[in-house]
């Protein structure tokens, strides 16, 4: 007979792979959808549970949204922390190109996940919106530790103009096809280094 404690470890696994797949669902009906436009319920449908399931995991869509807009930026902050070589600024910010533009090749290619996200939520105190806020700081101080690596006497400075040339990237590689992206975005990354650096 299973002890109680083996049960309680299974419910916790079980429970572990149910929240998995939710978000699994969601994060691939939010991308290709749009977050306004998947309701709960397709959700519910997509992983084949009941509605009580869902809110056991999500009280809320706003709760799901911040955990889908969170898993996502835990997996950027970790490419990002992976691409860095503090060493070689100009290798980290072509590692970033060459990622961005390989993202931009593979079908379904939305551009920018926090992006579009911030688009369908226009209150700034929203907690979707804080939650973006708080993962593009991360990345603007990413740029700005890059740019700092480089020897930039105003690395924030330069962190902005990297991010918008980012950002910039994002959108072009959604709307257009974009073969030379990467380089493209390399090139401009290069010269914003160079500006700043007097190199």
Request: hydrophobic share 40%; aromatic share 8%.
């Amino acid at each position: 007979m299973q002890s109680e404690a083996a049960a309680k470890s299974t419910r916790t696994r079980s429970a572990g792979a149910t929240r998995e797949r939710i978000l699994e669902a969601t994060s691939r009906l939010f991308y290709t959808q749009g977050i306004r436009a998947t309701s709960a319920d397709k959700i519910i449908e997509e992983v084949g549970i009941t509605k009580v399931t869902f809110y056991r995991h999500f009280r809320s869509k706003s709760d799901l949204v911040v955990a889908y807009l969170g898993e996502l930026g835990e997996k950027e902050r970790e490419w990002l922390q992976s691409v860095h070589d503090p060493s070689d600024p100009a290798a980290s910010l072509g590692a970033i190109a060459e990622g961005i533009g390989a993202s931009s090749c593979n079908p379904g290619f939305r551009g920018c996940a926090f992006i579009n996200a911030a688009a369908e939520y226009s209150d700034p105190a929203d907690p979707v919106r804080e939650i973006i806020g708080t993962h593009r700081q991360w990345m603007l101080e990413k740029f700005a530790d890059i740019a700092s690596d480089a020897g930039v006497k105003d690395p924030l400075t330069a962190a902005r103009q990297f991010m918008m040339l980012r950002d910039g990237a994002m959108v072009n590689g959604y709307l257009a096809e974009s073969a030379d992206l990467a380089q493209s975005l390399k090139s401009a990354f290069t010269s914003v280094l160079s500006a700043a650096t007097g190199k």
